[in-house]
T-cell receptor, first 111, second 113 residues
Framework: QQPVQSPQAVILREGEDAVINCSSSKALYSVHWYRQKHGEAPVFLMILLKGGEQKGHEKISASFNEKKQQSSLYLTASQLSYSGTYFCGTAPPDSWGKLQFGAGTQVVVTP | DGGITQSPKYLFRKEGQNVTLSCEQNLNHDAMYWYRQDPGQGLRLIYYSQIVNDFQKGDIAEGYSVSREKKESFPLTVTSAQKNPTAFYLC????????????FGPGTRLTVL
């Protein structure tokens, strides 16, 4: 079943922060985050595995709460290059790489 | 350079015609995937393959077919049975393991007239 992302869209000024949430009704083994620019392929940001770990990629970080089956992506001090649509992909145990993607969160960063 | 190629980037077909989308990777990945993306929506899995000569249906396999005769290649055929084939099609590959990142190709935008 498809994970639920929120919000659907967010508009930021350069330098502001934002949080994107991803919730699943199933137990999860891993959560993947991707960013897609219009008309292009999704680009991998990071994977989080069960255990509640937190990861970072420059000023983009994420957390994974296994018990709540939720993950959050944090955009800190946003830059113009952060604009795009962010997707979470979730995988239950024994899914062997098969992901269910959320509908996406559109992020627009303005000067 | 290693990567995934999809061709063509844009494809136009008349209704009722079958069409095959190409996907090739030189990353030595075992697993390959086909996704469909409609405007404003996420990626939906059509078919996936974890090993040569084997593939499984994803969530929306009806009206599509695939083959996996070589490790590097995973072509997708959109048949005339697919009710609404106009969409953006993305191919991806990964190491065959349960938590590896998927690498995506540039996509093919199919328009059926």
């Amino acid at each position: 079943q498809q994970p639920v992302q929120s919000p659907q869209a967010v508009i930021l000024r350069e330098g502001e922060d934002a949080v994107i949430n991803c919730s699943s009704s199933k137990a999860l083994y891993s959560v993947h985050w991707y960013r897609q620019k219009h008309g292009e392929a999704p680009v991998f940001l990071m994977i989080l595995l069960k255990g509640g770990e937190q990861k970072g990629h420059e000023k983009i970080s994420a957390s994974f709460n296994e018990k709540k089956q939720q993950s959050s992506l944090y955009l800190t001090a946003s830059q113009l290059s952060y604009s795009g649509t962010y997707f979470c992909g979730t995988a239950p145990p024994d899914s062997w790489g098969k992901l269910q993607f959320g509908a996406g969160t559109q992020v627009v960063v303005t000067p | 350079d290693g990567g995934i190629t999809q061709s063509p980037k844009y494809l136009f077909r008349k209704e009722g015609q079958n069409v095959t989308l190409s996907c090739e990777q030189n990353l030595n990945h075992d697993a390959m995937y086909w996704y469909r993306q409609d405007p404003g929506q996420g990626l939906r899995l059509i078919y996936y393959s974890q090993i040569v000569n084997d593939f499984q249906k994803g969530d929306i396999a009806e009206g599509y077919s695939v083959s996996r005769e070589k490790k590097e290649s995973f072509p997708l055929t959109v048949t005339s049975a697919q009710k609404n084939p106009t969409a953006f099609y993305l191919c991806a590959s990964s190491i065959f393991r349960d938590y590896n990142e998927q690498f995506f190709g540039p996509g093919t935008r199919l328009t059926v007239l």
